[in-house]
């Protein structure tokens, strides 16, 4: 019995060099996808959006926003065809071409054009930011906006804002009427 013991020793101690090796495999790969998972897990994502203006709906807002869960910098904005803009003699209007950074959630937004002087349609946005300051790594999105889904929208109903100011003016002339009559 103690021979056949000692002849099967060397077979378990193959086993158990090559369950190692299979476990300290597994252990790697492990370690790896965690690490990529909470990569992923913390990650910019800036996108570029066009919308109806707050006070003014044939008036075209942008907005550049972070809605990702890290935050981005060096992010630069490229359209395809470029932004045109029919400005009746104005001063061009565009989004800003670089922005530093973005926190998570932060917005950046300003006034885009009427939507008449917009004489492209649909463009291509790619937006481009980088994960580290002064990062190599970039990250890219590149999409299509289509204005033409807009024109329609562009002149439904009354934002609210305005239409609050529309109110006041009219309750205002009624107290004045009110306060002349009581004189």
Avoid at 126 to 153: F, N, R
Wanted: net charge negative; hydrophobic share 40%; proline share 6%.
């Amino acid at each position: 019995m103690e021979e056949i013991l000692k002849s099967l020793e060397p077979i378990g101690i193959l086993v158990t060099a090559l369950a190692t090796i299979v476990l300290a495999y597994v252990t790697y790969v492990l370690s790896k996808e965690t690490k990529r998972l909470a990569s992923l897990g913390s990650q910019p994502q800036v996108v570029f959006t066009v919308e109806p203006g707050e006070f003014e709906m044939s008036f075209l807002d942008y907005e550049i926003q972070n809605v990702g869960t890290a935050t981005a910098y060096d992010i630069s904005l490229r359209f395809y065809p470029s932004l045109s803009f029919n400005t009746k003699g104005q001063a061009a209007r565009h989004p800003p071409p670089k922005i530093s950074l973005l926190k998570p959630g932060q917005k950046f937004s300003g006034f885009l054009s009427d939507y008449s002087d917009l004489e492209t349609r649909t463009f291509q946005v790619t937006a481009s930011w980088a994960c580290t300051p002064k990062g190599k790594v970039e990250e890219s999105l590149s999409y299509t906006i289509d204005l033409t889904l807009l024109e329609g929208v562009m002149r439904l109903g009354t934002p609210p804002a305005k239409s609050i100011a529309q109110s006041l003016e009219k309750l205002t002339g009624l107290v004045e009427r009110i306060a002349r009559s009581a004189d």
